[in-house]
């Protein structure tokens, strides 16, 4: 069986089995995991021990043990999003800051969202379609395609377009989406190591994100408004209601600031430092619930080849 074939089972049929069992089996998948020390979790910890210099070898590793739980949530949450119903979604879902977007999207405009790999993204967005505005957004094309297609309904089937990341048009369409407002266009940021990313300082380390959040800010004439999202455990009417011990809670934060007197790449370079600093103080409070199993960091990337990349970003 197939990757994608694994998938697609586990969204058909990942919903018919109880809650609870479920939550059983991700906490056991996700110790397992976290157990063997693999790659990814050694990324993990890594990332974490830069975003959380206060804490010693052993509380960075139990922490990225959380970190694994919650990354496991992530996937089972998603397998049975569409089975839920419009009310069980409300009840997992609580918003911070709602004020920092919701007068732009009643008022018919769109707004920019900067996301990290953070908490449950697509119950972010199911949620923010019937709440806020409709949802366009970017994915990353997966192999085997069949694969990236299953994502795609996913996502489609609660609520958000997508189109796929790389394909010609795609700032285009996005930057027509976002006229045709209201809407929201929330973008997943945290790490982007080709030529067209930004270098900025995360949590006091050199990293490299995405320039699409500032660059769509600025050529939709969009606020930019980074936003953190994190899981919290429900207790009584609110978990009867949702059907789940777990939500999430999103938290809108104030717009980025748009520079004057300042040519665009300067413009771009100034926003997406904003944005990232909302993400590193985030990090700082909600580390467990950053999904980042990837080198992100400067630091931790090989040498001849970031140069490379700097070097056809026009940087050196």
């Known amino acids: 069986m197939s990757v994608a074939d694994l998938y697609t089972f586990a969204w058909r049929h990942a919903a018919k089995v109880p809650e609870p069992v479920l939550r059983a089996a991700g906490t056991l998948a996700a110790d397992a995991v976290w157990l063997r020390r693999g790659a990814g979790v050694r990324r993990l ?26 990354y496991l949530r992530y996937f089972r949450e998603a397998f049975t999003l569409q089975a839920l119903s419009p009310e069980q979604v409300t009840a997992r879902v609580r918003a911070e800051g709602i004020e920092h977007v919701q007068p732009t999207t009643q008022a018919g405009g769109s707004a920019v969202l900067a996301l990290g790999h953070l908490g449950n993204w697509d119950l972010a967005g199911a949620w923010a379609t019937p709440h806020l505005a409709p949802v366009l957004t970017v994915a990353e094309r997966l192999e085997p395609p069949q694969l990236y297609a299953e994502f795609v309904a996913f996502r489609r089937a609660i609520g ?5 990341l790389g394909d010609d048009g795609v700032f285009r369409d996005l930057v027509r989406g976002a006229a045709d407002g209201p809407r929201l266009l929330p973008l997943l940021s945290d790490r982007d190591l080709t030529a067209t990313g930004v270098e900025v300082d995360l949590c006091g380390h050199r990293a490299r994100v995405a320039a699409g959040p500032a660059a769509l800010a600025l050529a939709a004439d969009a606020p930019l408004v980074p936003v953190g999202i994190r899981h919290e455990r429900l207790r009584g009417e609110r978990r009867r209601r949702a059907g789940s011990a777990w939500g999430i809670v999103i938290r809108f934060h104030e717009p980025v600031p748009r520079p004057d007197g300042v040519d665009r790449r300067e413009q771009i370079a100034t926003m997406t430092q904003g944005w990232v600093d909302a993400l590193g103080a985030f990090l700082g409070t909600h580390t ?9 960091f400067v630091s931790d990337l090989d040498p001849e080849r970031y140069a490379r990349t700097r070097a056809e970003a026009g940087e050196v």
């Open 160 to 164: 958000i377009d997508v189109l796929g």
């Open 288 to 296: 467990a619930d950053w999904h980042m199993l990837q080198k992100v």
């Open 45 to 70: 910890e890594s990332n974490y021990a830069r975003v959380r210099p206060d804490l010693d070898a052993r509380a960075v590793r139990r922490l990225a043990r959380e970190g694994m739980r919650r």
